[in-house]
């Protein structure tokens, strides 16, 4: 079990806040204060700055905020914290907080002042709990029954579990038809349930007739994360599809709660490493086609020069932190075989001309697919979000944290939206239609916002392709 405690001091060592806070105050402050003293004497004698102390089962992290430093402790009572882990923790945790700090003078705040702005930098991280949580779904409560649909209704059986939102997902999948549109294979839906305040994930494997349902009720405080790893859950219900083996729900469920959770793609990239006016110059005319595709999840297919591929990628990536996006940085000669084949399935793909034209003549890839040719700075595509690309060529001067940031926070909107749209699977199609409007009118969105959360609603809830 994970404990965090988070510490803002001045880059003299003054102690100014901490939350949890401290039980013995001279303790912390003397504490704090020792950390300040071997951050100095690194940067004083080593000529770079300590990132990091590692002792028994914890380790003290420093990040230095303007003329401030804060300090996070994790206490790791079961395992070791990956270093990947933390890094994504201490890069998102310095991104938040900059934008608070700027400015504020560490001589003359107060100690109310000091901890109102621990608060919001606590709140900016985006949940930290869940940020440094290796199986985050690892404690969702899960249930799971038979579900008969007959003539006169539907009718549950052998159920493990307890809760509220058991009948409602039945009588969801009951009267969408579930068990006709899911024949064939484990298929996973989400669903938000607004009087629960949680989103569910529920694993169907029906004949037509008869049902297995397994549920997993997840907080919504994880939805950013149970998004992202969406795509995850669905290609380990493929793969559990395939087996030979006829796996009890109790462990499909539990297969899919023990997932590690690998963080979004940009995490892993240094952010110094990317510029957004080279995304400009060098991808060009009809940008906003390739952030549509990004945004919402189809494949992308970069061709160029492999250096400047991987760039492009990279900066694409500013674009999918609401993803689990899989890359495959560059198609060789050698990936592509005698019958023109080779592995598509990533979300972004990059390749030369001549494995392009040679997939393009094998009509393993059409003209029409999003394609970004660097060669010819063209991009292809049938739809543009207008949205994101006004937000980019709004921001696209300042610093790369800065720009990473705003539109992480829209597309946290994006997400939020979609997820409140799959609760519209909860009622039939005639109410559902006019859920929708209701939705759509309440959240002061564009339309073509809106057009673009139900598309990725639709994706994570096939019940709802009525709406489309």
Same mark, same amino acid.
């Given at each position: 079990?994970?404990?965090?405690?988070?510490?803002?001091?001045?880059?003299?060592?003054?102690?100014?806040?901490?939350?949890?806070?401290?039980?013995?105050?001279?303790?912390?402050?003397?504490?704090?204060?020792?950390?300040?003293?071997?951050?100095?004497?690194?940067?004083?004698?080593?000529?770079?700055?300590?990132?990091?102390?590692?002792?028994?089962?914890?380790?003290?992290?420093f990040?230095?905020?303007?003329?401030?430093v804060?300090?996070?402790?994790?206490?790791?009572?079961?395992?070791?914290?990956?270093?990947?882990?933390?890094?994504?923790?201490?890069?998102?945790?310095?991104?938040?907080?900059?934008?608070?700090? *700027?400015?504020?003078?560490?001589?003359?705040?107060?100690?109310?002042e000091?901890?109102?702005?621990?608060?919001?930098?606590?709140?900016?991280?985006?949940?930290?709990?869940?940020?440094?949580?290796?199986?985050?779904?690892?404690?969702? *409560?899960?249930?799971?029954?038979?579900?008969?649909?007959?003539?006169?209704? =539907?009718?549950?059986?052998?159920?493990?579990?307890?809760?509220?939102?058991?009948?409602?997902?039945?009588?969801?999948?009951?009267?969408?038809?579930?068990?006709e549109k899911?024949?064939?294979?484990?298929k996973?839906i989400?669903?938000?349930?607004?009087e629960?305040?949680?989103?569910?994930?529920?694993?169907?494997?029906?004949?037509?007739?008869?049902?297995?349902?397994?549920?997993?009720?997840?907080?919504?405080?994880?939805?950013?994360?149970?998004?992202?790893?969406?795509?995850?859950?669905?290609?380990?219900?493929?793969?559990?599809?395939?087996?030979?083996?006829?796996?009890?729900?109790?462990?499909?469920?539990?297969?899919?709660k023990?997932?590690?959770?690998?963080?979004?793609?940009?995490?892993?990239i240094?952010?110094?490493?990317l510029?957004?006016?080279?995304?400009?110059?060098?991808?060009?005319?009809?940008?906003?086609?390739?952030?549509?595709?990004?945004?919402?999840?189809?494949?992308?297919?970069?061709?160029?020069?492999?250096?400047?591929?991987?760039?492009?990628?990279?900066?694409?990536?500013?674009?999918?932190?609401?993803?689990q996006?899989?890359?495959?940085? =560059?198609?060789?000669?050698?990936?592509?075989?005698?019958?023109?084949?080779?592995?598509?399935?990533?979300?972004?793909?990059?390749?030369?001309?001549?494995?392009?034209?040679?997939?393009?003549?094998?009509?393993?890839?059409?003209?029409?697919?999003?394609?970004?040719?660097?060669?010819?700075?063209?991009?292809?595509?049938?739809?543009?979000?207008?949205?994101?690309?006004?937000?980019?060529?709004?921001?696209?001067?300042?610093?790369?944290?800065?720009?990473?940031?705003?539109?992480?926070?829209?597309?946290?909107k994006?997400?939020a939206?979609?997820?409140?749209?799959?609760?519209?699977?909860?009622?039939?199609?005639?109410?559902?239609?006019?859920?929708?409007?209701e939705?759509?009118?309440?959240?002061?969105?564009?339309?073509t916002?809106?057009?673009?959360?139900?598309?990725?609603?639709?994706r994570?809830?096939?019940?709802?392709?009525?709406?489309?």
């Open positions: 079990m994970l404990n965090i405690k988070i510490s803002l001091v001045t880059s003299s060592g003054i102690l100014l806040a901490s939350k949890p806070e401290a039980v013995d105050d001279t303790r912390q402050i003397l504490a704090t204060g020792l950390m300040t003293a071997l951050i100095s004497f690194s940067k004083e004698v080593h000529h770079r700055e300590l990132q990091s102390i590692s002792y028994h089962d914890r380790t003290v992290s990040v230095r905020v303007h003329e401030f804060l300090i996070l402790e994790t206490i790791d009572e079961e395992a070791t914290l990956s270093e990947q882990k933390l890094g994504q923790l201490l890069q998102q945790l310095k991104e938040c907080t900059e934008p608070i700090l *700027e400015g504020v003078d560490p001589n003359i705040i107060t100690e109310g000091a901890a109102i702005i621990l608060d919001k930098c606590l709140q900016g991280v985006q949940l930290l709990h869940y940020s440094i949580t290796e199986q985050p779904l690892k404690m969702s *409560e899960s249930a799971y029954f038979t579900l008969f649909h007959t003539d006169k209704g =539907w009718e549950i059986k052998d159920k493990v579990g307890s809760g509220s939102f058991i009948p409602t997902i039945a009588l969801m999948l009951d009267t969408l038809k579930a068990n899911c024949i064939n294979g484990l996973g989400l669903t938000h349930i607004p629960e305040k949680s989103t569910t994930y529920t694993v169907i494997d029906t004949d037509g007739k008869t049902s297995r349902v397994g549920i997993l009720k997840i907080s919504r405080e994880l939805d950013l994360v149970l998004f992202r790893l969406f795509t995850m859950m669905d290609r380990m219900l493929s793969v559990m599809s395939e087996d030979k083996e006829i796996l009890s729900m109790e462990r499909i469920l539990n297969t899919l023990d997932i590690d959770d690998p963080g979004n793609r940009l995490s892993r240094n952010l110094e490493d510029s957004p006016s080279f995304l400009v110059r060098t991808v060009g005319r009809n940008l906003d086609k390739a952030i549509y595709s990004a945004v919402i999840g189809e494949p992308i297919f970069i061709v160029g020069d492999k250096p400047t591929v991987k760039l492009v990628i990279d900066s694409m990536s500013i674009f999918t932190q609401h993803l996006t899989s890359v495959n940085l =560059w198609i060789s000669a050698d990936d592509f075989s005698q019958n023109g084949k080779c592995d598509l399935s990533a979300r972004m793909c990059g390749m030369s001309t001549e494995i392009y034209n040679a997939l393009l003549s094998s009509e393993t890839i059409k003209e029409t697919d999003v394609c970004i040719n660097l060669v010819n700075s063209r991009v292809t595509g049938a739809k543009s979000s207008h949205h994101f690309k006004k937000l980019f060529d709004t921001i696209k001067k300042l610093s790369i944290a800065e720009i990473v940031t705003k539109i992480a926070l829209d597309l946290e994006l997400v939206l979609s997820l409140d749209m799959t609760s519209i699977s909860l009622v039939d199609e005639v109410k559902g239609k006019q859920k929708l409007k939705i759509s009118s309440q959240s002061g969105y564009s339309s916002f809106i057009k673009k959360a139900l598309e990725m609603a639709v994570r809830n096939p019940l709802l392709d009525y709406l489309l």
